[in-house]
Each structure stands twice: as C-alpha cells, then as structure tokens.
C-alpha cells in the first residue's frame, strides 16, 4: 500500500526534509511514496532519488524563494494536501493507506482560505471522522491532547468529560491495535495546579476529568481492551510516573514535555480517520531554510512509523 507524502511549505524546510528522509529509507520502501509537490522544489533541496512526484500546481521554484513565505507558496500548500487526500480515498487508482504530512505555514493558509487551525481538523473534516485526536509518540514519552489548537484561557470553558473519554479511548486504541501495547497504562492528568487540591485551587478535576476517566475506561473495556487508567494525576509530576500513554488536557501541557526529552524523534499521528496520518513534531522553520542545518530525524521518524502502522 501506497504512502503520500505532502511537501507542506514549499519556502520551508520541508522539501529538504522530505528529501533527506526518502533518501534514507530503502528502495523497497521509497518506491512506495507518492510525493505530492513540485519536483523543482525537491532538486533544489537536493532530491536525488527517482520518487514518484505529483504536480498538482503551476508552482515555479522562483515563486518559493527558500525563507520567504510567498503567496504562491500558501497556494501550493493547501493543493498539495487537497490532492494527497482525493489520493487516500477508496478507489483511487493509487490505493493510499498513509499520509505524512511536512510543516505548512498556518498563518500563510489562512491567508490562502484554509479555513482549520492546522492539519488534524483539516483531515477530520474532509475524512468525516466522528472523532479525532492528537497523538505524540516518541523514544521516550506518548502523549494524547483532549483539546487541541483553542486559547489557554477557553480551556476550561470547552473542556468537558467527552474529551477526556475520547482522548482516552482512542489512545488506548491506537497503543493496542497499531503500537504493539497489548495492556496499556494510561495517565490522564489534572488541569489545575496540584491536580485542583480537592477543590481548593478548582473543581474541575472532580467534574470533568474524573467522569471523562470513568468513561473512558468503559469505551475500553466494551472494546475488548484491558487497560489501567489512572487519574487525574498532578500535572507537575505525572510525567515522572511510567505510563504507555499519557492525557493531556491542552495543547503546552502535552507538547512541552514531548519538545522537552523528545523533539529531534517525536512524531503527531492523527487519531480517528480511516487512514494514517503522521507528521513530523515542528514547523516551517523559514530562518533556516535551505541553510543546510534543517534535521530530517522527525520526518523519517514520522515516515517510518506510518510504513510500521499500514502494516
């Protein structure tokens, strides 16, 4: 089965790091990726691999200097995930079962009329998932967000036992059925200070996150899944505790510690839609575009962790 591969912001450093990652891999499987993107992007950052490219815009390599975001350049980003995901759907002649998906600028889409905050509500919304989540797996740590891209200060508005459930289920889900955790341990942390000290520094604790807890736990169990859950924990030392997963409430309180121990490795897989989709853990990157230093450690990570769950 077939991988797509997006080029993400073409003034960025993914087309580097797509092409340092395909040139890395074995043929066997570099011979299954479908780049969508612009092959003149990709010779600039040094492609020299035959990789099946799909141009699916009238970019020219001026109109994406290296470090400038362009007009143009946004353009070609949102063409470039448009056609990978017509690619995954089912009957497509070229049979899709992964997407990995290269930083794209969310300030220079917007502008272009993406209308979602980043990649996941993206693939979300044209895949119809009912549910969808946000995992970070790496060497070290594997996080799951119960919310995603909102404001620090809407979190305790929009969270509700519904999101914790879910984070909760299709964490335990994924670490069963496609990261070889037959038994996982789940941490779902506190979102207060102290984990709310039993109301003193706030309740939500004991009326969101315990009840989304139990949830959860029973979306597994009618799963067939034997997982221990455990929380909410105190968010300044859950992450000192071993556990297979943990929850997240909110976007920092998840990525800091991922970018902290892991950021060179850690790969964001979306949950919920019914193909695979991973990313590397950064983003565009413009000040060191084409300078040579960009790493394609997360990309390939990402790479080979989509080729390891498609199979």
Do not use: W
């Not at 919920?272 to 565009?284: C, K």
């Amino acid at each position: 089965m077939k991988i797509a591969l997006t080029l993400g912001d073409p003034s960025g450093i993914g087309p580097e790091i797509v092409a340092a990652s395909l040139a890395a891999v074995p043929s066997a499987l570099r011979d299954r990726c479908v780049v969508f993107g612009d092959a003149g992007v990709l010779e600039r950052a040094g492609l020299r691999s035959t990789v099946d490219v799909r141009r699916v815009t009238s970019l020219a390599v001026s109109d994406a200097p290296p470090g400038v975001p362009t007009p143009a350049g946004a353009a070609a980003q949102v063409a470039y995930l448009e056609a990978a995901v017509a690619a995954a759907r089912p009957g497509h002649e070229d049979q899709v079962g992964a997407l990995v998906t290269a930083p794209i600028s969310k300030k220079q889409v917007k502008a272009a009329g993406f209308a979602f905050p980043g990649h996941t509500e993206f693939l979300a919304a044209r895949f119809g998932a009912a549910e969808h989540a946000m995992l970070f797996v790496g060497p070290t740590l594997r996080v799951i967000l119960a919310t995603i891209h909102i404001p620090l200060a809407a979190v305790p508005e929009t969270l509700t036992p519904g999101h914790v459930a879910r984070a909760v289920f299709l964490g335990g889900q994924a670490l069963v059925k496609n990261l070889g955790v037959a038994a996982p341990r789940i941490g779902v942390l506190g979102l207060n200070p102290h984990a709310g000290e039993d109301g003193l520094f706030g309740d939500e604790e004991s009326r969101i996150v315990r009840p989304g807890i139990d949830a959860g736990r029973a979306r597994l169990a009618a799963a067939g899944i034997d997982a221990v859950v455990t929380g909410p924990l105190v968010p300044d030392a859950a992450y000192r505790q071993r556990f297979d997963l943990y929850v997240a409430l909110y976007h920092d309180q998840g990525l800091i510690p991922v970018k902290l121990v892991d950021f060179d490795l850690a790969v964001n897989v979306t949950l919920g839609l019914p193909i695979v989709r991973t990313s590397p853990d950064h983003g565009v990157a413009y000040d060191i575009a084409a300078k040579g230093s960009a790493r394609k450690e997360s990309f390939l990570a990402a790479l080979r962790l989509a080729d390891s769950m498609i199979r």
